[in-house]
């Protein structure tokens, strides 16, 4: 079982830049690929950014890529997504994710597979 729990979401304007961090408890979190995904109002939730359990492979929406780095601390529980030169139409509750991998290496970018589920941060991005 994995609980997350994400921070550091608020509001910042155009340009700016925001990182959010997903806390997880019990053990099983360095074995999970984690991902970022957001959700605006009347919008489908949508992959952001994936890393694998071991933190060497990631992946991006092409959106996002280059300005959006995911990364974790498996010593720390803890995953984080900095976000760069943010955008109005990027103003969404962002949401974490865990899925328990049996490779190391695995991005997982399909919601649907992910088992854990944070509350979720809000960010908006003012013109």
């Known amino acids: 079982q994995v609980q997350l729990v994400e921070s550091g979401g608020g509001l910042v304007q155009a340009g700016g830049s925001l990182r959010l961090s997903c806390a997880a408890s019990?053990?099983?979190?360095?074995?999970?690929?984690m991902g970022w995904f957001r959700q605006a109002p009347g919008k489908e939730r949508e992959f952001v950014a994936g890393?694998?359990?071991?933190?060497?492979?990631?992946y991006y929406s092409d959106s996002v890529n280059v300005r959006f780095t995911i990364s974790r601390d498996n010593a720390k529980n803890t995953g984080y997504l900095q976000m760069n030169n943010l955008k109005p139409n990027e103003t969404a509750l962002y949401y974490c994710?865990?899925?328990?991998?049996?490779?190391?290496?695995?991005?997982?970018?399909?919601?649907?597979?992910?088992?854990?589920w944070g509350q979720g941060t809000l960010v908006t991005v003012s013109s």
């Open positions: 019990g053990r099983a979190f360095s074995r999970c690929a």
């Open positions: 890393i694998s359990s071991n933190g060497l492979s990631t």
């Open positions: 994710a865990a899925d328990p991998q049996q490779s190391s290496l695995r991005v997982v970018t399909n919601r649907f597979e992910y088992d854990y």
